[in-house]
């Protein structure tokens, strides 16, 4: 893990969390902000650990890409900061 500021990790940080959803490795899937445009692999993004859940932003506008949270056991997944997910 990359410690980046106070409380960030780098993408690779999720890289079981992710496999948990999607079911494969994922940390080298290209994304794409639909605030700025901007792209990269899902291993360079800012990942973020509060105690509710897993926020993850993007490093060129620090927009809301994906949040993560526990419900009852199941694993809630917004991605509505994303343009793709490639």
Do not use: H, K, W
């Amino acid at each position: 893990m990359d410690a980046l500021e106070d409380g960030v990790v780098d993408g690779n940080a999720i890289g079981g969390l992710l496999i948990e959803v999607f079911g494969t490795e994922m940390t080298t899937a290209v994304v794409t902000c639909a605030q700025c445009g901007a792209t990269g692999q899902v291993a360079e993004l800012a990942v973020y650990r509060p105690g509710l859940g897993t926020v993850v932003r993007c490093r060129s506008c620090d927009n809301v890409l994906m949040v993560f949270v526990q419900i009852r056991s199941v694993t809630c997944v917004d991605l509505m900061g994303l343009a793709q997910l490639a």
